[in-house]
């Protein structure tokens, strides 16, 4: 399997287009492959490499959101930053098993509000602002 946009997309629970681009995802799983094949380990599985892929690429996509909020908004929730960080440690871990060659668990963390609610409802209260 290789990570797609979709995978992406999926993982963050079915992030918007209009929100983050398929570019811009694109450019984040190139990114992830690129740090997760320069730490994997010759013993990990091609699963485990993919789901690091995954997380790391989610984590990047994530990152890449809250400076475009950022710069729109002048300040990113405290929400968004919390799932910034479960992303980081979730992906951290799937690096750290690739690069031992153990096997990585799948990411079945629930999360708490997802970040469609919070761009829905940041998007919301931006619209009427500008209003």
Do not use: C
């Not at 450019?27 to 690091?52: G, L, P, T």
């Not at 990152?63 to 475009?68: H, K, N």
């Amino acid at each position: 399997m290789t990570v797609t946009v979709s995978d992406v997309r999926e993982l963050l629970k079915d992030l918007p287009s209009e929100y983050v681009s398929d570019d811009v995802i694109q450019k984040q799983i190139e990114v992830a492959q690129f740090i997760v094949n320069k730490e994997k380990s010759s013993q990990a599985s091609d699963s485990d490499v993919d789901q690091a892929v995954l997380l790391n690429a989610a984590f990047l996509t994530l990152t890449a959101y809250a400076s475009e909020v950022e710069r729109s908004l002048g300040v990113v929730s405290p929400s968004l930053n919390t799932l910034i960080e479960r992303y980081k440690v979730m992906a951290d871990l799937a690096l750290k098993y690739v690069k031992r060659g153990s096997d990585a668990p799948y990411p079945h963390a629930r999360l708490g509000d997802s970040l469609w609610d919070y761009v829905k409802t940041q998007y919301g209260y931006y619209a009427r602002a500008q209003a």
